[in-house]
């Protein structure tokens, strides 16, 4: 099992920046694939960033050049840095895990909103 807690969400005025964070409980030592998500009112949840254990990124193409995702595996933690946000950016943001391609985590959440 592991636990997933997000930091770093709030209110912030388009073109401004916030930077995500998601602590996992433990380490993990499998591969693994860690991500950040989001779902805005009324629509699908959607990939925003994700980043493999061996540092393979891949980016939604809304935030390419805008979002970077890292990590950093001795804390066992995800980063998703945004940048030039925009109002189509409010959304819940979600982290998740996946572990060999069989386990899949998920946080609880938390809230961007980008006024505009």
């Known amino acids: 099992q592991v636990h997933l807690v997000e930091s770093g969400g709030g209110l912030v005025q388009a073109g401004g920046s916030l930077r995500l964070s998601c602590a996992a409980s433990?380490?993990?030592?499998?591969?693994?694939?860690m991500g950040w998500y989001r779902q805005a009112p009324g629509k699908q949840r959607e990939l925003v960033a994700d980043?493999?254990?061996?540092?393979?990124?891949k980016y939604a193409d809304s935030v390419k050049g805008r979002f970077t995702i890292s990590r950093d595996n001795a804390k066992n933690t995800v980063y998703l840095q945004m940048n030039s946000l925009k109002a189509e950016d409010t959304a819940v943001y979600y982290c998740?895990?996946?572990?060999?391609?069989?386990?899949?985590?998920w946080g609880q959440g938390t809230q961007v909103t980008v006024s505009s």
């Open positions: 980043i493999t254990s061996g540092g393979n990124t």
């Open positions: 433990r380490s993990i030592f499998d591969d693994n694939v």
């Open positions: 998740r895990v996946t572990i060999n391609l069989l386990y899949v985590y």
